[in-house]
């Protein structure tokens, strides 16, 4: 299980069985938002990019 939750995109989480499946329903998620924001006249922000790994034994 892969799980990705976008800042640029708060509370937009994706879980997939596969990091390609994961990534490409984060993608649809995000785009979804973006849309959204544009149809209302909204600011983007510029992309930002962070990553964090946490072992769980």
Known sequence: MNLDESRRSPRKVAVG???AETKSLI????????EGMRADGACIPEPTS???Y????
């Open 54 to 57: 946490v072992e769980v034994a």
């Open 17 to 19: 069985e596969s990091i």
């Open 27 to 34: 993608r649809e998620a995000v785009e979804f938002h973006l």
């Open 50 to 52: 962070r990553a964090e």
